[in-house]
């Protein structure tokens, strides 16, 4: 099965240079190359990449902080930070914010498709160098992980516009699915978080962080 990628990062030239050399490998394939943090969010939601690799640094928002977010929109989106920055502290936070790896832009091509294989088999990856403060973070961040609700695509965008307050009807019109679809859809959220109607559904959700 070929992964579908997504490259993240502001200078075209990496960008051009990573995908050429991720299809020279039959198992990738690079379905969106952007440069923005907000243009990641937007080409994420169209292609649904398996993976997405992350710069930090970009010019409107940083790759952490874009980490986080398709964290909670996409959580069957995995994330690789490749980056210059080799700080643990930096590193920390990105895996604190959803990341599956860390690796340096000096890594190779072979370290890079190792760690794209390792994550999409569910892997975790640190870069040579960042082993130390790292450890208990990780621990840290698959504990919580364990214990947070994992929710659709689908089911993100019904928590968030009934948040919004609008009716079952308006989720319905604005999704183009039954309103029996989207009562389901309630039901299941419910389930998962352990709330018992729409009221409770939406507090939990914002106590859990399913809404930033």
Same mark, same amino acid.
């Given at each position: *099965?070929?992964?579908?990628?997504? =490259?993240?990062?502001?200078?075209?030239?990496?960008?051009?240079?990573?995908?050429?050399?991720?299809?020279?490998?039959?198992?990738?394939?690079? &379905?969106?190359?952007?440069?923005?943090?907000?243009?990641?969010?937007? $080409?994420?939601?169209?292609?649904?990449?398996?993976?997405?690799? *992350?710069?930090?640094?970009? #010019?409107? *928002?940083?790759?952490? %902080?874009? &980490?986080?977010?398709?964290?909670?929109?996409?959580?069957?989106? @995995?994330?690789?930070?490749?980056? *210059?920055? &080799?700080?643990?502290?930096?590193?920390? @936070? %990105?895996?604190?914010?959803?990341?599956?790896?860390? =690796? #340096?832009?000096?890594?190779?091509?072979?370290?890079?498709?190792?760690?794209?294989? !390792?994550?999409?088999?569910?892997?975790?990856? =640190?870069?040579?160098?960042?082993?130390?403060?790292?450890?208990?973070?990780?621990?840290?961040?698959?504990?919580?992980?364990? $214990?947070? #609700?994992?929710?659709?695509?689908?089911?993100?965008?019904?928590?968030?516009?009934?948040?919004?307050?609008?009716?079952?009807?308006? =989720? $319905?019109?604005?999704?183009?699915?039954?309103?029996?679809?989207?009562?389901?859809? !309630?039901? &299941? !959220?419910?389930?998962? !978080?352990?709330?018992?109607?729409?009221?409770?559904?939406?507090?939990?959700?914002?106590?859990?962080?399913?809404?930033?």
């Amino acid at each position: *099965m070929t992964l579908k990628l997504m =490259i993240v990062d502001d200078h075209a030239v990496v960008r051009d240079g990573l995908q050429r050399l991720l299809e020279t490998d039959a198992g990738f394939g690079v &379905t969106a190359s952007v440069g923005t943090g907000h243009g990641a969010l937007e $080409a994420a939601n169209t292609c649904e990449p398996d993976i997405v690799l *992350m710069d930090i640094s970009l #010019p409107d *928002m940083d790759g952490i %902080a874009v &980490t986080e977010i398709l964290s909670r929109r996409s959580p069957n989106t @995995k994330i690789v930070m490749l980056t *210059m920055h &080799t700080d643990e502290e930096l590193a920390c @936070k %990105a895996f604190g914010a959803g990341a599956h790896a860390y =690796i #340096p832009k000096n890594a190779t091509f072979e370290e890079l498709a190792r760690t794209l294989r !390792i994550v999409a088999a569910g892997g975790l990856v =640190i870069g040579a160098g960042l082993h130390n403060k790292l450890g208990e973070e990780l621990v840290r961040r698959r504990t919580r992980r364990q $214990a947070e #609700p994992s929710l659709t695509k689908r089911e993100v965008e019904v928590l968030r516009l009934g948040a919004e307050g609008r009716s079952n009807k308006e =989720i $319905a019109e604005a999704l183009y699915v039954s309103v029996g679809t989207v009562k389901v859809h !309630i039901r &299941t !959220i419910c389930g998962k !978080i352990g709330a018992s109607n729409r009221t409770q559904m939406v507090m939990k959700a914002t106590r859990l962080g399913l809404l930033t």
